[in-house]
Each structure stands twice: as structure tokens, then as C-alpha cells.
Nanobody
Framework: QVQLVESGGGLVQPGGSLRLSCAASGSISSFYVMAWYRQAPGKQRELVSQ???????NYADSVKGRFTISRDNAKNTLYLQMNSLKPDDTAVYYCVAQRMVVLSPLDYWGQGTQVTVSP
């Protein structure tokens, strides 16, 4: 059992930056993929970014060039650096520890952290 706790969310103006962190209660090295998902009010949950144990990354088209995902297996922590934030980035951001590339019932989810981008 792994517990994931996100932090770093908040209110930021358009064009600003935030760094999200996800601290795991146990080792994340056994999880093939660590990921960030987000869900905005009235919208479906969407994948923001994934990073494999080998360091391979992928991003949603909407965040490419603005967001950077990283993981520190030694610290059992996942990060998401978000730059040039836009109002459309407003959502609850969730950290996920995945056994496989695709989501499964064996995955672990954090409780989420709110990101609000507004003037």
C-alpha cells in the first residue's frame, strides 16, 4: 500500500508558475509509470504527463513546452513544474502511481491539489 500526497497547488495569475510535488509513503521505484492527471469542473479527467522508471516522458499536447515532469526515486517524490500557466490549466491535479502504461485498478491515486489560474 502506497499513499500519495500532492502539494504545491494554489492560485496563480496567467503566465505564472507553480511546482507540484507528490510525496509517496513508500518506494515508487517499483511503479513503472508515475503520472499527473487533472480534472476541471464539468470536464473529464485527462492525462497531463507521464514518466517511466527509465525517464521517458510524454505530455498532453496542451501542456507541451510549458510543463516538465520529473521523479526522484530516492526521495519517493514526483514533481510537475508548470510554467506559462493559462486559465485552461485550472483543475484539480492528481498524482498517480501506475503499474503499467495504462491505468488499472492496481494503481494508487493521491487526493488531489487545486490549481487555479486567474487574473
Amino acid at each position: 500500500q502506497v499513499q500519495l500526497v500532492e502539494s504545491g497547488g494554489g492560485l496563480v495569475q496567467p503566465g505564472g508558475s507553480l511546482r507540484l510535488s507528490c510525496a509517496a509513503s513508500g518506494s515508487i521505484s517499483s511503479f513503472y509509470v508515475m503520472a499527473w492527471y487533472r480534472q476541471a469542473p464539468g470536464k473529464q479527467r485527462e492525462l497531463v504527463s507521464q514518466i517511466t522508471n527509465g525517464g521517458s516522458t510524454n505530455y498532453a499536447d496542451s501542456v507541451k513546452g510549458r510543463f516538465t515532469i520529473s521523479r526522484d526515486n530516492a526521495k519517493n517524490t514526483l514533481y510537475l513544474q508548470m510554467n506559462s500557466l493559462k486559465p485552461d490549466d485550472t483543475a484539480v491535479y492528481y498524482c498517480v502511481a501506475q503499474r503499467m502504461v495504462v491505468l488499472s485498478p492496481l494503481d494508487y491515486w493521491g487526493q488531489g491539489t487545486q490549481v487555479t489560474v486567474s487574473p
